[in-house]
């Protein structure tokens, strides 16, 4: 897992309730990034960082917000959960610079009822 | 926009065979392609990373090829094994450090 724990593993809400999940790297890498897994569609990336308060918009931002107040943790709120939210949550770091390969934590399944 | 197709959705093969999976993508201005092998419940692990300026690459029983013209990649598994059952995953990566998934492929092994 080089180093990367997600929590929690898994979480039921209701909808409208707020929710955060977090991502914890042991290894100070400086990029992190938040990916949503979904049947038929592959991972999408939802935010991404390349250090502390520096984050950008991935392809399925809307509804999702994040915070990288320090180097080791990657928060991802969904302000407001929503059915259509209900996912598989991957944070993931990338070790080395440029392109070189992404590690994955294990994941984070949401439910929104 | 890069779109990025993995067929066949699944895949099911006696121990032992060699086979072939498919990735393909739409616009070959690619940075690498990358393969990923993802297993129940877990999270996703690099297996080969092929810069666009390569063909192929190799690790193991593993056999990554690109394409870029016809913007296809195929990853050659030999001498399956039942471990090797797993879903596997290419993605390419379009810049700013980007990737762009296919769906991926379910592989299963039968003893």
């Known amino acids: 897992d080089a180093g990367i724990t997600q929590s929690p593993r898994h979480k039921v809400t209701e909808t409208g309730t707020p929710v955060t999940l977090r991502c914890h790297q042991t290894e100070n890498h400086r990029y992190m990034y938040w990916y949503r897994q979904d049947p038929g569609h592959g991972l999408r990336l939802i935010h991404y960082s390349y250090g502390v308060k520096d984050t950008d918009k991935g392809e399925v931002s809307d509804g999702y917000s994040v915070s990288r107040s320090k180097t080791e943790d990657f928060l991802l709120t969904l302000e407001s959960a929503t059915s259509s939210q209900t996912s598989v949550y991957f944070c993931?770091?990338?070790?080395?610079?440029?392109?070189?390969?992404?590690?994955f934590g294990n994941g984070t399944r949401l439910t929104v009822t | 926009k890069q779109e990025v197709t993995q067929i066949p959705a699944a895949l099911s093969v006696p121990e032992g065979e060699n086979l072939v999976l498919n990735c393909s993508f739409t616009d070959s201005a690619i940075y690498n392609l990358q393969w990923f092998r993802q297993d129940p419940g877990k999270g996703l692990t690099s297996l080969l990373l092929?810069?666009?300026s390569q063909r192929e690459q190799t690790s193991g029983r593993l056999n990554a090829s690109l394409d870029k013209s016809s913007g296809r990649s195929t990853l050659y598994i030999a001498a399956s094994q039942p471990g090797d059952s797993a879903t596997y995953l290419c993605?390419?990566?379009?810049?700013?450090?980007?990737?762009?998934w296919g769906a991926g492929t379910k592989l299963i092994i039968k003893p």
């Open positions: 092929i810069q666009s």
């Open positions: 993931a770091i990338r070790p080395l610079g440029g392109d070189s390969p992404l590690h």
């Open positions: 993605a390419v990566s379009v810049g700013n450090y980007q990737l762009i």
